[in-house]
């Protein structure tokens, strides 16, 4: 079961020190779509070249033009780089053929996909890497949690790996864990808090019981 970090509302020097803290405690980072817009995917490549022990992953959330897109992550040093459900077909097939030229990995985000069990059903057999349960920043202010959607494509995808992001801290990740996950994304609830390091720390020691 693999960490990964998000980071969403810091700069690129910000999102260093954040890292250098708890970078014991991790496996991936995630440049995360506002860094992505604000900073541009120099921001993916300062954060590998600062910690190439790390994975990076670039949160593009792909509508169009996959290959392409994969191919700028990519070559900025993405190990991942992250495209939407909802989006077609072509989108995610343009995407996977891309990733592996680069030796690069997919992940598909299923956030505000509305036939969950049916798009999984269909994403697994396009060959991606990961199927991602997100609900939303917005979602989360009004109470939702993404449990039982995980649930829910745990027990369809057979190929991919699963991911589960949106909201989850370390009071909440006993739940996650009893789920089985192959990645979980944790961003405020590392972000967020005053001793970074001790709460990364006890989410790993939770993760590999």
């Keep these: 079961m693999e960490l990964q970090l998000a980071l969403d509302l810091v700069n690129i020097p910000e999102g260093k020190e954040v890292v250098n803290e708890v970078q014991d405690h991790i496996d991936i980072v995630e440049i995360g779509t506002p860094v992505v817009i ?4 120099k921001a993916v490549k300062e954060m590998k070249d600062a910690f190439p022990h790390l994975k990076v992953l670039a949160d593009l959330k792909i509508m169009d033009a996959g290959a392409y897109e994969v191919m700028k992550a990519s070559e900025a040093g993405a ?9 077609d077909d072509a989108t995610i097939k343009g995407a996977v053929e891309e990733a592996r030229k680069h030796g690069s990995k997919i992940l598909v985000d299923m956030i505000n996909v509305k036939d969950l069990e049916q798009r999984a059903k269909e994403v697994d057999n396009l060959g991606v890497d990961y199927i991602c349960v997100h609900t939303g920043y917005d979602l989360q202010a009004e109470g939702e949690n993404p449990f039982e959607q995980f649930e829910t494509i745990k027990a369809i995808v057979k190929n991919a790996k699963t991911a589960v992001a949106g909201g989850i801290k370390l009071a909440t990740i006993p739940e996650v864990v009893q789920s089985q996950p192959d990645l979980v994304i944790v961003g405020g609830g590392i972000t967020g808090q005053d001793d970074k390091k001790a709460v990364a720390s006890e989410i790993r020691k939770v993760m590999n019981k």
Excluded: R
Aim: glycine share 16%; net charge negative; aromatic share 0%.
């Design 79 to 87: 190990d991942i780089v992250t495209v939407l459900g909802a989006t």
């Design 38 to 41: 604000n900073e541009g995917l």
